[in-house]
């Protein structure tokens, strides 16, 4: 399985951006996708997460301002961010766990995020 995140950039405060995650090769159909983020200098964050049969979970950080989905048939998640603060910066990964499993088996290269102020 290999996950390949687009969608990052630069933007003003207050902006929005979409992200999108693809997957290749055989993901099954017990799987949660999910997007890290860190920021410099601080560890890696869950922001949200979403299962196969679309329940979705967010950080709370997060939970009025941006939104997971995902469309099975095309192996894509997408994580539409509104209204982005500074502190919204950081590169963002995608991440793919089984859904016996507590932590996620893969991982993609990550995509950054800036917001600016």
């Known amino acids: 399985v290999q996950l390949q995140a687009s969608g990052g950039g630069l933007v003003q405060t207050g902006g929005s951006l979409r992200l999108s995650c693809t997957a290749s090769?055989?993901?099954?159909?017990?799987?949660?996708m999910a997007w890290y983020r860190q920021a410099p200098g601080k560890q890696r964050e869950l922001v949200a997460s979403?299962?196969?049969?679309?329940?979705?979970n967010y950080a709370d950080s997060v939970s009025d301002r941006f939104t997971v989905s995902r469309d099975n048939a095309k192996k894509t998640m997408y994580l539409q961010m509104s209204s982005l603060k500074p502190e919204d910066t950081g590169v963002y990964y995608c991440?793919?766990?089984?859904?016996?499993?507590?932590?996620?088996?893969?991982w993609g290269p990550g995509t950054q995020v800036t917001v600016s102020s």
């Open positions: 090769g055989n993901i099954l159909n017990s799987n949660t």
């Open positions: 979403i299962s196969i049969g679309g329940s979705a």
């Open positions: 991440a793919l766990r089984w859904s016996w499993l507590q932590d996620p088996s893969y």
